[in-house]
Structure formats: C-alpha cells, structure tokens
DNA sequence: CGTGACGCCTCACGCGACGTGAGGGTCAAG
DNA sequence: CTTGACCCTCACGTCGCGTGAGGCGTCACG
C-alpha cells in the first residue's frame, strides 16, 4: 500500500476527517491524488507534510502561518528544530505560570485577600498568552488534582506553612551537601536523606528505607520530580537519589 | 476606589473590554454593580472571580466549563491546586513532545526517512490488529487487550523499567496503607487504588471504574493474581480489592 | 459655558478552525 | 446482489471573541 485514504490518514495522526476536508479546502495540504471515484489519496510525502501541521498545530499557530512556512525552503530538520525551540518557550511559560500560582496559593493558605497588585503581580501581564490546547477529559479528573485535593484537605493553613518549612529544611540540607562538595555518601548527604524520610513518614505516611529507596529512583525517572529538584541545584536529584540510597544501605542490618 | 470600570480591569488582568462585555453577556462574569450611566462596575469580588476566569482560560478550558467550576463551593484555593494540577499535566505532554520531536530529529539527521511507521509512533494514537494466543483465552477479543497489545509495543526496555518501577511504586502504595493500619476504606487506601487505576490506564488501556472493580475481584478470584499480592504482604490481596472498590465508591457521586 | 478627547454603552456582523448532519456515490465481503 | 463501512460534496452551526457603527457620559482646558 502506497497511498491512504481519509479515514487511514486521520486515524495514523489522529486527526478528524473533517479536518482533512478542511485542509484540502484551504489548500494547506491537498492530497497529490484522486481516485477515479473522487477519493483523496494520501501519499508518503503528504504524510510527512500533515505531521508538520499537526505539531504546528499543537503549538497553536495559524494555518496560513503554518502555511507560510511550509512554503519556504526549509527541509524537515529545520522545521522540527524551529517546532523544539516554540515548544521549549511554552514549557517557561508554563513554568512561570506553576510559580505564580504557587505564590498565589500561599497568599490565599496565610489568608490574605487578593489585592490589586497582587492580582496585577500574578496574572495580569508577563505572559504571551495562549498555552493549551486538547485534553478536554483530563480536565477534573487528573490523578494529580484528586491528590492533591485530598491529602492537603486534611490540612489547616497553619498544617501546611509547617509543612513547608519542614520541606524547605531539608532541600536546604540537600544543598548544603551537595555544595560543600561531600560525596552522597557522607554523613551529612546520609543525614540529610534520613531528615527526608521522616518528614514524608511523619507528614504523610509510613515510609520505610526500602520504600524509599523506590521513591528515590522516582525522583529521577519522573521529569516532574527531577524538575523540582533540579531548579534547586543541578545535579541535586541525582545526589538525592544517592543520598538515600547510601542512608538505605546503612540502615540495614 | 473601591470599584473600577471596564478599561481599568482589562488593563489590570490583560483582557480586552470586548471579553469584559462577552463575560457579562453569557453571564460568566456579571458585574456587581453599574453605575447611573450604565457604566459596569467591578468590586473586588468581582476581580478575583475573573483571575479564575483568566487563569482557567489559558489552559483552554471552555467558558462553559468555567462557569460550572465557579458554580461550585469550592474555595479560592481548590481553583488554585487544580489549576496547578492541570499546568503540570500540560507541562508533561509537553515534554513528551519535545522527546517526539528529539526522537523524529535524530532520524531525519541520519537521513532516514520517516516510514508510516515512525509517523504513527511519534505523533499519532496508533492502532493495531494483532492477536495473540495464550491471553486471548483469557481475554478473548476485548478491547482492552488490543489496546493493551498496541500500546506496550511501542515501548523499549528502558520504558519497561518505566513501567516497572510505576508498578512497584504503587504496590508500595497498598503496602504501606495496610501496615499503617487504616482502613482499605482510607484515603491512603484509596489513593493507591487511584494510582493502581492510573497506571493502568495510562500504560496499558482504558480502564474506567467500573471495570476496575472487575478487575479488583479477579485479584481476590484467581489464585495466580491472588499470589502476587499475598507474597507482598499476607491480606493484601483483600485489601487492595476493597481499597479498589471503595475508591470507585467515592468517584461515583 | 462650550468644546474636544476619551471612555463607556449597545447592537450586530465577521472570523478561524473546524463540528455536524443531509443526501448520495463506492467498494469489498458474504 | 445486498449490506455496511467508507468516501464524496454542500452547507449551516459553534465558540470566543474582534471589529466597527452610532451614540451618551465625563472631565480638563480654554
């Protein structure tokens, strides 16, 4: 098979059928050929042509834009490498989003009303605008909004200011290490690694070194994890990792 | 100044006056006041209903969808964590992305040109027929092993390790719920009974919670499955198909 | 007191990127 | 030769506003 029809097409790069009418319509990707009966037919070429509007698309760009440069002399690799770096842009501002509405939240656990500023301060510029797209589901249901709900439910503001200090106390302990140039297995990266522990054992629940263990290699296979440790130092989720385990191997026994 | 005007708002949370009325008309944000002139009048209840508004609307959610959000008596900060939630949701399909167009890059600086093959890994939902013998007794022709089948055959070993150590985490989960002593009615129960649903459902195919509940007494039923949760922890078994049910309990409503 | 300039008001049509039928031809399998 | 899945072309609907048009309100300046 050389050639697809709509319905393959939409369904390889999940996209409707109407949107392939629509495409064709405004000339931004007509399929090189017809069957005699009329049917749009896909070549390998259109595929590779519809895969770079697809990920445009995901970034939100306009089909005459897209369009634009599709027309220009540009080979793939250059599109790809233009496609990384917009969607690098987005995930800063997405970023900076997460703090804002970190700084807002704690605004809103110490109980103060939102000002003008703050407001202003927050949401009010700083951003390019337009993020998302998709993902209509997700929305309420995410695994990590039930959770998040549920565990900080239990929590008065004053819980959780403690939490965080806590919290702060030992990344700060985790730094210190790190940049006093200790190896993860000295004592103060060990100690720093038990300090963890019974945190998360005494705030949220029982934790034993062998569980931890677990929880310290999700610190670095997990991006969102290894995100919050590595904006405090690079190379410190790797450390941390170590850390516990070397504080695991001298708790056995 | 207690109150403000349609251009001091727009100016102030970087909307445009043309929103401002849009708002008021579908009723999503309708102004406490007016003044005498007709003029709209914004408190400052007002401007922290919009700063929801705002933020929900850079992660694409619908008007619509807003309004009912808003419409609930969850508090400033409920919006608050589920729109982080959300962020964070967005920022790993992003990056997931960036991983996509990583992968499609090294291929096309090899000079290898992108089969159907590549196209549907890399961008698209991919679907398979493929069959096999030995599960499909057991599953027969369900859509849950095709889809299981297409989705773990993209994986490569490092993505098992992947899945692997998600696995272990969430038998950790179970574990450390029951040696704490709560009840497979607890949240620490029932959270683990989420994750397990979400491991599963990201990894491996669709699986909403009814199903889940199928699932939770095969583990209980079939002596094979009934093992590896006993060889875990003595009573686990059990307590992961009542964590499991209680959990679908409280997600019905 | 008059006069702009500017901000506010209410219609009301336009637009981008499709969604969603209606009405009808095509094609492989049984 | 029927059946059902898939394809075609209109063509109107939707969502979240953008963009004037035509007119009133308010305030500083002359």
Redesign the interface.
């Known amino acids: 098979m050389t050639t697809w029809t709509v319905g393959q097409v939409a ?4 996209v409707t059928v109407r949107t392939l009418h629509h495409y064709d319509e405004i000339g931004l990707l007509v399929p090189s050929e017809r069957s005699r009966a009329g049917y749009r037919l896909y070549t ?1 070429e259109d ?2 042509r519809l ?1 770079q509007v ?2 445009y698309r ?1 970034l939100e760009m306009p089909l005459d834009e897209i369009a634009t440069l599709l027309r220009g002399n540009e ?3 250059d599109h ?2 233009r ?2 770096a917009t ?2 842009t ?2 800063d501002e ?2 900076e ?2 703090s804002a ?2 700084r ?2 704690e605004r ?2 110490n109980d103060q ?2 000002s ?1 500023e703050d ?2 301060d ?4 700083g ?1 390019t ?8 589901e ?3 249901e ?11 439910k239990r929590y008065t503001k004053a819980d959780w200011e403690q939490v965080k200090q806590e919290a702060d106390a030992v990344n700060a302990a985790f730094v210190a290490a790190l940049h006093s140039g200790a190896p993860a297995t000295s004592e103060a990266a060990m100690d720093a690694a038990e300090q963890h522990r019974r945190h998360i054992d005494d705030r949220f ?3 034993d070194h062998t ?1 931890h263990r ?2 310290a ?2 610190y670095v ?1 997990d ?2 994890f290894t995100k919050t440790y590595e904006d405090l130092a690079p190379g410190l989720a790797a450390y941390v990792r170590d850390a516990i385990h070397a504080n695991a191997d001298r708790h056995r026994e």
């Open positions: 369904e390889l790069l999940d390998d595929l590779t895969q697809v990920v995901r080979d793939a690799a790809l490498r496609q990384r969607v690098m987005r995930l997405l970023r989003l997460v509405i970190d807002a939240l809103a656990m009303p939102a003008t407001l202003k927050l949401f009010g510029d951003f605008d337009e993020y998302e797209q998709e993902a209509q997700r929305w309420g995410t695994d990590a909004w039930k959770q998040s709900r549920s565990r900080t629940y029982d934790l569980f677990g929880l290699d999700m296979a991006p969102r």
